[in-house]
């Protein structure tokens, strides 16, 4: 069974400060895709990285970073220089990349980040 | 493309009564879900489908039944909603391999 473990519940930070999510992640396959969506407070949720297992490069979007380390099943985000529009909840998913498991995602309990002008 | 469209967008339901949340996607994709959302659980599968025809349960797949009989329409149904189904439903759709995009969700209430 796979799982998916975010274990800060809530974070608080101050405008221009770096901000690192924590994921953790459990699952049986080698082949899986990992995900992070931001949920702003409108409720939508928002796609931000699909990250496949065979690609361990660590990427970087202008503010945000992910580091993806298979040794320690984790899927870190990090927000440099956070501002007041980040503040929203980070989840963190998990699919398996086989049959039709590819449409089962499942998530962590997400992280609720504030960001203090 | 208008991408994944839900209705209602809220709803207040008594105990027993049933109903239907829509979901429509105008992206051909193959693989629909749905998902509900509760506070401190994340997002947990309700049901899914491949394709046409063809549906699977997920995570927490009772008190819900679901079709697909187009590629673009996936519909919710609760038999006899239960105060434990007041939830947010988000449905989702995707390419094969691909990435889920999600619907705006509906916010429902059972009393």
């Known amino acids: 069974a796979q799982k998916v473990t975010q274990a800060q519940t809530e974070i608080s930070v101050v405008e221009k400060e770096d901000v690192t999510l924590d994921c953790v992640y459990e699952?049986?396959?080698?082949?899986?895709?990992l995900f992070w969506y931001k949920q702003p407070p409108s409720g939508e949720l928002v796609f931000l990285i699909r990250r496949n297992s065979f690609d361990e490069q660590n990427e970087i979007s202008g503010r945000y970073s992910w580091n993806f380390q298979k040794s320690t099943s984790s899927f870190n985000f990090t927000i440099t220089a956070s501002q007041v529009v980040d503040s929203a909840v980070y989840f963190c998913a998990l699919s398996e990349a086989r049959g039709t498991s590819y449409g089962k995602l499942t998530f962590g309990q997400g992280t609720i980040l504030t960001v203090h002008p | 493309n208008a991408g994944v469209t839900q209705t209602p967008k809220f709803q207040v339901l008594k105990t027993g009564q049933s109903m239907t949340l829509q979901c429509a996607q105008d992206m051909n994709h193959e693989y629909m879900s749905w998902y509900r959302q509760d506070p401190g659980m994340g997002l947990r599968l309700i049901h899914y489908s491949v394709g046409a025809g063809i549906t699977d349960q997920g995570e927490v797949p009772n008190g819900y039944n679901v079709s697909r009989s187009t590629t673009e329409d996936f519909p919710l149904r609760l038999l006899s909603a239960a105060p434990s189904q007041t939830s947010v439903y988000f449905c989702?759709?995707?390419?094969?391999?691909?990435?889920?995009?999600f619907g705006p969700g509906t916010r429902l209430t059972v009393l």
């Open positions: 699952t049986r396959d080698t082949t899986y895709y």
């Open positions: 989702a759709s995707s390419y094969s391999w691909g990435t889920q995009y």
